[in-house]
């Protein structure tokens, strides 16, 4: 039997972003995905355990490690921009998601001073479906 395919949703602030990811995942995937909840505090890892991922950690130094140990990392732009999330996402924590192996699929959202040109003005939920039925379904299926 194949290893279910590791996923890393990474989020801070609220976890409301990667709430929303982990459930549509475990909707779609149930257990045939491994999801590892990663927030940049813990109320945002908090947030993703209630969604139901399989395992989570809290901080840069969890972030650090997990991330080139995963097959897919999910989280929004802010996660490999240095200072983002209101400093959250500290320069290490976006150095070792940019520099991980991992195949990365990023959401265009950003309250950071930054516009992603070309990106489209599209709520999170069609975002979020585009992420897993373009993008995603076709690495783990």
Do not use: Y
């Not at 139901?52 to 130094?61: H, T």
């Not at 195949?103 to 950071?112: H, M, N, T």
């Amino acid at each position: 039997m194949k290893p279910a395919t590791s996923i890393c949703v990474i989020d801070g602030q609220g976890g409301g972003i990667g709430a929303a990811i982990i459930k549509r995942l475990k909707a779609l995937f149930e257990e045939q995905v491994d999801i590892v909840a990663l927030g940049t505090n813990a109320i945002a890892t908090a947030q993703m355990l209630k969604a139901r991922a399989n395992r989570g950690a809290s901080g840069e130094n969890a972030i650090i490690v997990t991330a080139p140990k995963v097959d897919i990392i999910i989280g929004s732009v802010s996660i490999v921009m240095a200072d983002a999330m209101m400093g959250e996402v500290t320069p290490k924590i976006a150095a070792a998601v940019a520099s991980s192996p991992a195949r990365k699929l990023l959401i265009p959202i950003s309250q950071e001073n930054v516009v992603i040109i070309g990106a489209l003005s599209v709520p999170l939920p069609h975002l979020v479906d585009a992420l897993i039925d373009e993008h995603l379904a076709p690495l783990v299926g």
